[in-house]
């Protein structure tokens, strides 16, 4: 059974760059996308971005002047660099696997999802 | 402002018929790209409940339906239980924002 687990720093200064890592175990990277997804606290959910397993991304026009995402398929990971933050940025950060293998990204669903970490961005 | 406009809760009694709506556009909604539904338990992350307008994940009780006509669709919970109390988002793809979008979020209580 495929399962996603977000790590890394739970606390970031303002102006400074969240990093995340996604490590997927219990099954392939090929032939799917992987989006990063996050969620204020008591807020609804948004996309920030997604990578294809061959390194293609597409970013949420909202951030994408901020945002970089990157896959490594050897390390099984994905990574989410989101620069000059704020405390708007403030969220659970989940790392999700999009639909089924060959399912255009524009019919994609997303699961299974990661647990979710949370990242708190203040001084 | 989500572009996908869901209503802030709806309630019932165990037993009972729930529906939750989904409105957008014709530029996500309206598409062929379809509609997906996710519950939201406290405390957790989303768990897909419907992808593709209808269809349900295994493991999904044939409880959660899901349609869509026009720029609208749905989620109905018939046979409310108490655990299906939760936040219920749907999801779809935008081509005028060319990126996916979800809905503000539904509240279910179950009274």
């Known amino acids: 059974q495929l399962q996603l687990q977000e790590s890394g720093l739970g606390l970031v200064k303002p102006s400074e760059t969240l990093s995340l890592t996604c490590t997927v175990s219990?099954?392939?990277?090929?032939?799917?996308?992987w989006s990063w997804i996050r969620q204020p606290p008591g807020k609804g959910l948004e996309w920030i971005g997604y990578?294809?397993?061959?390194?293609?991304?597409n970013y949420n026009p909202s951030l994408k002047s901020r945002v970089t995402i990157s896959v490594d398929t050897s390390k099984m990971q994905l990574s989410l660099k989101l620069n000059s933050v704020t405390a708007a940025d403030t969220a659970v950060y989940y790392c999700a696997r999009g639909g089924a293998p060959g399912v255009p990204a524009t019919m994609n669903w997303f699961d299974p999802w990661g647990r979710g970490t949370l990242v708190n961005v203040s001084s | 402002q989500s572009v996908l406009t869901q209503p802030p809760s709806v309630s019932g009694a165990p037993g009972q018929r729930v529906t939750i709506s989904c409105t957008g556009s014709?530029?996500?909604?309206?598409?062929?790209?379809?509609v997906h539904w996710y519950q939201q338990l406290p405390g957790t992350a989303p768990r897909l409940l419907i992808y593709?307008?209808?269809n349900r994940p295994s493991g999904v009780p044939d409880r959660f339906s899901g349609s869509k006509s026009g720029t609208s669709a749905s989620l109905a919970i018939t046979g409310l239980q108490a655990e299906d109390e939760a936040d219920y988002y749907c999801?779809?793809?935008?081509?005028?924002?060319?990126?996916?979008?979800f809905g503000s979020g539904t509240e279910v209580t179950v009274l």
């Open positions: 999801q779809s793809y935008d081509s005028s924002l060319n990126g996916y979008v």
């Open positions: 593709s307008d209808n």
């Open positions: 014709s530029s996500n909604v309206g598409t062929s790209y379809g």
């Open positions: 990578i294809y397993y061959n390194g293609n991304t």
């Open positions: 219990g099954g392939s990277m090929t032939n799917y996308y």
